[in-house]
């Protein structure tokens, strides 16, 4: 996930047959995304903190769509824009088999979704507007990708 980089990244992207993700998004990744500091509070970007979901049930909170472009590390060199719920809440047990619940928002919220999908054998390309479906090196001319795990 980290060499790739990616935000997150769910078992079954490596073959296994677990309901496992983890997320992490790092400030150095931010930085080198190059967006303004008025396109990281649009999207809601910051940093989060490196942890494990483990058997994640995820609701949504605030079903108000959110569109923004995505990618994938299942399906490299691609981009499409998906709508994603505003506000989410996953109720999940962490690395020591402890459980812990969340609430997020705003581009953490829509990465718990896209790993969420995963664990539900979806990619963003089932939930995508199909017409903006893109190559990662077409997307960058003309805007920027919100690459996920």
Not at 66 to 83: I, R, W
Not at 94 to 111: K, N, Q, S, V
Not at 123 to 140: A, Q
């Amino acid at each position: 996930m980290r060499e790739a980089p990616g935000v997150g990244l769910a078992a079954p992207q490596i073959g296994q047959s677990l309901r496992i993700a983890v997320i992490e998004v790092r400030a150095e990744q931010l930085a080198n995304r190059g967006y303004t500091e008025q396109e990281l509070a649009e999207r809601e970007m910051e940093p989060i903190p490196f942890y494990v979901l483990i058997n994640p049930r995820l609701t949504v909170v605030d079903a108000a769509p959110v569109t923004f472009f995505e990618g994938c590390l299942s399906v490299a060199g691609f981009a499409a824009q998906v709508a994603r719920a505003h506000t989410v809440h996953v109720a999940a047990l962490d690395h020591r088999g402890a459980p812990f619940e969340l609430t997020a928002r705003g581009w953490h919220a829509r990465i718990l979704q896209h790993e969420c999908d995963h664990l539900d054998g979806r990619l963003y390309i089932d939930v995508m507007d199909s017409r903006t479906f893109t190559t990662i090196e077409n997307h960058e001319h003309s805007g920027r990708s919100e690459s996920e795990g």
